[in-house]
């Protein structure tokens, strides 16, 4: 099944008012097609890894696919060597890093997905571990994972449930914005592409395109920060 | 000057609508109080550490301190072992801990902290390392330091910055509250205090109290958050 490389990556599993993936399920029946029978799913991002895959299995029966948990397989290597499709679910980005490398298998869904063409998703904390490093998601350090570098699947950052300053606020913390500058003063520091929720990136082979129904913001270190509106080609952030 | 720890652990360094240490000048004016003449600055959460000091200098002039900027000093081990009082800046948390190492200043501060009773102050990312780590940091983490673990003046941690859900948001990231609940979810996690900008935890060898205009929240492992008031005795905490 060697193929280009295709990615789904995804700000947020459920939107404001919706359930888990609604906003998204025409994506998702779009990428995955009608070749794709059965899912792969991670649910390490989730303290109860049982739950969390029958919610993502009961969702993706709906749309006509089957869903097996890594964490079900004697062998989580081998359950990725077999996928014919991954799919990576949000919850705590750190926890879900350290247990990709607990497992042992960050290297071999990298391989399948860039060399084998099989298709991956992200959603989230899954979105965040599909890009270089995890420098840039918004989750509490729970754990210690034995590194920040991910997945690698795309050569640049992403920040999901990207989010404006809210002009009311009293709260005295860093906005999203400023911590992404505090990023980029780090010496080489690649792109952040912030995802608002409601809008994802779909990947396939060189070329990039954001979907979804808000705009996305990116931000490049030095440089003044740029809006996207849906539907962009962004394969530019492929080449860097 | 051996004596017992002393420490104040300020929620945030800017409170709505005042300058930088104002809602809390009294609070460090009484705990340095006269026989503090300088007052070891350690900047390293910010990237520019000159600009850093000189804000910290200016406000702490008019208290009646002079600063030293730990970073301009030849050696920092040197500049610890002979400060008379220390106060670690806010910033982010990630960028203050790896700077600490990489500066080997970690233990030489819990040595003079908890066994010279040089008193320590810390601010925001200043108060998260000086807990047991910075597991509940609120920051991006865009740097990785070579341990979660951190200065360890006291047995339990802090998240600052403590934020109550808003329940207009339509943003769908994990509120404060749900990300120290899945902090929770590991194993043997220590309590965690939330401390509400406004509010510091004043600590006197084996006696904690919580201090300025706001209330805390109090996270254990397996049992509900519980609220205490301004000028409640926490030195339980002190104990676990």
Redesign the interface.
């Known amino acids: 099944m060697a193929g280009p490389r295709r990615l789904l990556l995804v700000s947020?599993?459920?939107?404001?008012?919706g359930g888990y993936l609604d906003h998204c399920q025409q994506n998702i029946s779009h990428f995955f097609g009608k070749d794709v029978k059965r899912v792969l799913f991670v649910p390490y991002a989730l303290?109860d890894r049982d739950a969390y895959t029958k919610t993502a299995r009961d969702k993706f029966q709906t749309l006509g696919y089957e869903v097996d948990g890594i964490h079900e397989a004697p062998d989580p290597v081998g359950a990725v060597r077999k996928a014919e499709a991954i799919f990576i679910g949000g919850?705590?980005t750190?926890?879900l890093l350290k247990s990709l490398y607990d497992n042992k298998v960050v290297s071999e869904i990298r391989r399948r997905v860039l060399e084998d063409g099989v298709p991956y998703m992200g959603s989230s904390a899954g979105t965040n571990v599909s890009t270089i490093s995890?420098?840039?998601?918004?989750?509490?350090?729970?754990?210690?994972p034995p590194?920040?570098s991910a997945i690698g699947l795309v050569p640049f950052n992403i920040n999901p449930?990207y989010?404006d300053p809210n002009p009311n606020s009293?709260?005295?913390?860093?906005t999203r914005e400023q911590?992404?500058t505090?990023?980029h003063?780090?010496p080489d520091?690649p792109c952040v592409l912030g995802l608002r929720?409601g809008s994802m990136l779909l990947v396939e082979g060189n070329k990039a395109t954001l979907l979804g129904t808000t705009k996305a913001r990116l931000f490049t270190r030095g440089k003044p920060s740029v809006e996207y509106d849906p539907g962009s080609d962004l394969s530019f952030l492929l080449t860097h």
Chains 1, 2 share one sequence.
């Open positions: 947020n599993s459920t939107l404001h008012g303290h919850g705590n750190f926890r995890i420098n840039t998601t918004n989750d509490m350090p729970i754990v210690y590194s920040f449930h989010l009293r709260h005295m913390g860093e911590r992404i505090q990023y003063e780090e520091t929720e």
